[in-house]
Nanobody, 115 residues
């Protein structure tokens, strides 16, 4: 059974930090490109960051470049998103996605940036 389970979301003040984690099971994690997406109310889901299967290549949306860092641990089958200097516009549901021969999505975790 394939599972992607996100955790680490919550309420944080502007300028604060959060670390999201996505735990994978049921598929060959180390062969998959992993991505984080987010979807704010009334907006389309957007790609935030991605990391290659071996972890040697990363991608960031311009809006998060320099503030967010994506990483993965293939031994533990996890992918993380470290989010620093958070802004109210970062408020969204954050989703983990596995891209390979088949695509898998997590259920999402809410991130709210507000004072």
């Amino acid at each position: 059974q394939v599972q992607l389970v996100e955790s680490g979301g919550g309420l944080v003040q502007p300028g604060g930090s959060l670390r999201l984690s996505c735990a994978a099971s049921g598929f060959p994690f180390s062969s998959y490109f992993m991505k984080w997406y987010r979807q704010a109310p009334g907006k389309q889901r957007e790609l935030v960051a991605g990391i290659s299967s071996g972890g040697d290549s990363t991608y960031y949306a311009d809006s998060v470049k320099g503030r967010f860092t994506i990483s993965r641990d293939n031994a533990k089958k996890t992918v993380a998103l470290q989010m620093n200097s958070l802004k109210p516009e970062d408020t969204a549901v954050y989703y983990c996605k596995a891209d390979g021969y088949v695509m898998y999505w997590g259920q999402g975790t809410q991130v709210t940036v507000s004072s």
